[in-house]
Structures are given as C-alpha cells and as structure tokens.
T-cell receptor, first 115, second 114 residues
C-alpha cells in the first residue's frame, strides 16, 4: 500500500529563517501529492499539490515544494518563516486500497516559530 | 462561497452510547470523505460517499457507518462508543473525490467519550 513518511515530528525555526519540511512517499507510479496545514482547533487547508508536470510547485502563503522521483521525496519549503506559520503540516498521497482512491497522510510535522 | 460545515463542533458522550455527526459540503461538491484524527494514529480514512453511495471504506469496525443524502450532506454514526473513539472527526468535500480534485476540509467535530 502507498504510504507517506514525515521524518520530523517537531521542528523549531526562528522567525525570518528558511524552512524545509521533509516528506517521503512509497508509490510505484507517479504519485498525486499534497501538503496541508492545520492550525490548532482547525481543519486542514491545502497549501499545494503535485499531479504532474513541473516538479517545483508553488502554493499559497509563500510555500513551495519540489517533487524528486529519484529520492521519493516531496519536501515543503519557505524562504522566510513568519510567526503565523506555526502549525502542523501534513504531507499526503492519493492511495488505493483496492476499493478506491483516498488520501493517505503522513504523521505530521509540528512547526514552532521562535521570535 | 460557504465552506464545509461540520456540526456539532464538540461532543461529550458516555461509553456505550451512539453519536451522529453531520457534514455539509461545499455547494456543487458530490464527494464527502470522513477522517479520524488522533494523537496516536494520526489521520485515518474512514469512508467516502459519492452521489449517495459509499464508494470506499477504510479499515474501521462496523460500528462506524455513514450515509449521504440527495443534497450531498453526509452523516456519520458511531454506535456503542468506546473510549478509543475519542478523536477529531474531519470531513472533506470535493467535486469528484478520490483525491483527484482538491479536498476542502471542515473544522471538525471533537468527540470525547467518557
């Protein structure tokens, strides 16, 4: 079955510093990949998605992600972090459980931003 | 346009009781998926409904069920509640579902079983 791994459970960065959140996937074909953000007490908001084409994907709030097939990775980046970016981030892949498609999520990375 | 609305936002139930959660998708969206989020297991897929039919189901016991109405609103029901059912239940609506179009999530229903 397809799976997603986010190796970092917690990350702390200083405001203004750059950010990279790691995501590795397990999937044989070209995956459909997503990054979502969840603020405390809120649902998930889509930051960006990759279906095909250009491997560098731009999203909302200044985020981007790069699909690297050779490394089975889809890391999320932001050049300069703002305090409001503190949240939990989830990488997800469209997977199939023999009954149909669904989103399979990684365990999440909680981002803390130091002033 | 209005987003995905989940009601109620918070629930406290006793073990053995049953509970019904509601999800109103974005207008025009025909797919509604449900997810359970817990600190230990993360986000897990429960089921997806499309045009009033269950199209896919995750690995949850039969105590978890759902349905979708003709207006695409969906409900999920959990019977004979257990302490381990305490979680944030999220629903997501999308045009066609299956991860092929963007999924919009509601704010969730926080269920506490005591």
């Amino acid at each position: 079955a397809q799976s997603v791994t986010q190796p970092d459970i917690h990350i702390t960065v200083s405001e203004g510093a750059s950010l990279e959140l790691r995501c590795n996937y397990s999937y044989g074909a070209t995956p459909y990949l997503f990054w979502y953000v969840q603020s405390p007490g809120q649902g998930l908001q889509l930051l960006l998605k990759y279906f095909s084409g250009d491997t560098l994907v731009q999203g909302i709030k200044g985020f981007e992600a790069e699909f690297k097939r050779s490394q089975s990775s889809f890391n999320l980046r932001k050049p300069s972090v703002h305090w409001s970016d503190a949240a939990e981030y989830f990488c997800a892949v469209v997977s199939n459980n023999n009954a149909g498609n669904m989103l399979t999520f990684g365990g999440g990375t909680r981002l803390m931003v130091k002033p | 346009k209005a987003g995905v609305t989940q009601t109620p936002r918070y629930l406290i139930k006793t073990r053995g009781q049953q509970v019904t959660l509601s999800c109103s998708p974005i207008s025009g969206h025909r797919s509604v998926s449900w997810y359970q989020q817990t600190p230990g297991q993360g986000l897990q897929f429960l089921f997806e409904y499309f045009s009033e039919t269950q199209r896919n189901k995750g690995n949850f016991p039969g105590r978890f069920s759902g349905r979708q109405f003709s207006n695409s609103r969906s409900e999920m029901n959990v019977s004979t509640l257990e302490l381990g059912d305490s979680a944030l239940y999220l629903c997501a609506s999308s045009l066609v579902g299956g991860g092929l179009t963007e999924a919009f999530f509601g704010q969730g229903t926080r269920l506490t079983v005591v």
